[in-house]
């Protein structure tokens, strides 16, 4: 059992940037495979970007690729979100998600695999 708190999330002027945070609760965070997934209003939930339990493979989705850059720690329990060049269609809450069994340099972007989540964090991008 793990449980996700993220943190980091705010209004923000496009252009801007912000540093999401994802803490872990449990002694074994470098077991699972990490993951950010995003919902707007009224969308489904989508995925962002992922990273493996070694933190060596990293996947983006194509939207947010070039901008955002996913990261983890594994002595702090803590996989991180850095996001730049934001732009309104970023607004939406941000959730990170854990999921078990995945091979050390594995990935997943499924949405359903994923076995814990955050609660979420608000993310705004306005002028």
């Known amino acids: 059992q793990v449980q996700l708190v993220e943190s980091g999330g705010g209004l923000v002027q496009p252009g801007g940037s912000l540093r999401l945070s994802c803490a872990s609760s449990?002694?074994?965070?470098?077991?699972?495979?990490m993951g950010w997934f995003r919902q707007a209003p009224g969308k489904d939930r989508e995925f962002v970007a992922a990273?493996?339990?070694?933190?060596?493979?990293?996947y983006y989705a194509d939207a947010v690729k070039g901008r955002f850059t996913i990261s983890r720690d594994n002595a702090k329990n803590t996989e991180y979100l850095q996001i730049n060049s934001l732009k309104p269609e970023d607004t939406a809450v941000y959730y990170c998600?854990?999921?078990?069994?995945?091979?050390?340099?594995?990935?997943?972007?499924?949405?359903?695999?994923?076995?814990?989540w955050g609660q979420g964090t608000q993310v705004t991008v306005s002028s």
């Open positions: 998600a854990a999921v078990r069994g995945k091979a050390y340099h594995t990935v997943t972007t499924d949405v359903r695999e994923y076995d814990y």
């Open positions: 449990g002694r074994t965070f470098s077991g699972y495979a």
């Open positions: 990273i493996s339990r070694s933190a060596s493979v990293t």
